[in-house]
């Protein structure tokens, strides 16, 4: 396991920078506020970083807060979480989040460009929302600070910090993106792609999940703004950035020790008893476009369909964590996931099996991890996604059973999850195939794939993770001795983007 020593020198704060605090805010009729925390996978990606190292975390706290309120609120979460918020109206916060985030840069960064509808009043939402952040960390940075900045809702933040932070502090500056980041052909497609390219640019670091999401974003450095490239680095305005990879985990101790709780103990041995001489193979994702939830529940009808003789001995859970319902992309998703769920488990269901169970709602941790840990496989066919932590969590749920995971090729985790079966989501014969191989492994050949995938996950941990880009924000910015010596190493020149075949 990585250590648990601090990395940072005493001198140096740590100040964290996402759309939203670590931090569930609801507020009374009264004006009296009560706090939980936040979930999602910045939340379980940093947990283990919080550990070993102490962060102040800057983020919108989800819902529009009162001029005379604010002063006691951010004392709250001041002396409860180390956490400032950046206070947003109602209205600024739906155009930035919804009109621009999440529906323009969200699609595109999963290449479903189809569903973009650009719009000029949502960007100069997202400007100055990234503004108002970029303010709200100024007040607060001093010299020496490392500043680590989330996600595509704040792909302005660099350019903006920079411009507002006081003349002469020395402050470091990364960005990690969790989601992928597109081919350039796909990203040339952004009306504003100058900009936020730029925006990112003015980091000293910028990190990503996988070498594909780093190259891609490396090369539209080099197309779109004609900026040169090395294999990890950019030039821009005469100052090196550093492009690098770090892929996210999860804190496995917290699932393994949670397992072990009595009450979840419990569930599992009712989870059991309820399914008894059946195999389950289970699927959690948030119901939206880019899960590819359809496709998974059309090759799971092949599978029945091919495997009569498996009718009435296999189930699949699906889990699906409502997101967005108010936007018609997502309530015609819903529909014809309906309809396909009514479709097979009419087709194939009786008095005493139903094929699919299907949950269109959040389940607690507890219940979460029952399911994971009496399940045979987990199914992920998402047609994108950064990385996923759903795969992550099933391995460490799997201690005893050693189930099959079935992971889309699309999906970061699949270039480190190495004992996984790959399957690529639009040949849904290729996704029933593997069901069929999940369901019918030999139990020798289970534990094999189980251990490569549970040795990755132990060890990269969200921790590691957080450790290895603070350490290289660190370095970043800085000549190593053999450089101001020597000059350059001759075979980390620019790069050729358009003709670059993948070798060095």
Known sequence: MPSSKPLMKPISRLLLVSNRLPVSIKRSEAGTYTFSQGSGGLVTGLSGLSQSTEFKWYGWPGLEIPEAEA??????????????????????????????ANSIL????HYHPGEITFSEDAWQAYKEANRLFAK??????????LVWIHDFHLMLLPAMLREELAPGLNIKIGFFLHTPFPSSEIYRILPVRNDILEGVLHSDLVGFHTNDYARHFLSSCSIVLGLPTTIGTVTFRNKTVNVGTFPIGIQPEHFTETLATD???????????EFKGRKIMIGVDRLDYVKGIPQKLRAFEIFLTSHPELVGSVILVQLAVPTRGEVEEYQNLRALVNELIGRINGNFGTVEYTPIHFMHKSVDFEELLALYAVSDACIVTSTRDGMNL???????????????MILSEFVGSAQHLTGSIIVN???VHDV???????????EEEQARRFEQMNGYVQTRTSAFWGKSFVTELIKAGDRPEWLRLLGPDPSSGPIDWKSFDGSV
């Open 71 to 100: 002063s006691s609120l951010s004392s709250q979460l001041k002396d409860g979480y180390n956490a400032v918020p950046v206070f947003l109206d109602e209205g600024l916060a739906d155009r930035y989040y919804n009109g621009f």
């Open 106 to 109: 969200w699609p595109l960064v």
């Open 263 to 273: 009450h979840v103990q419990g569930r599992i041995a009712t989870l059991e008893q």
């Open 390 to 404: 759903v795969s992550f969590e099933y391995v460490a749920c799997q201690q005893k059973r050693h189930g099959s």
């Open 136 to 145: 709200t960390v100024a007040r607060d940075a001093r010299d020496g600070d």
């Open 432 to 442: 029933a195939r593997a069901m069929y191989q999940a369901c019918t492994m030999e």
């Open 425 to 427: 989501p639009w040949n």
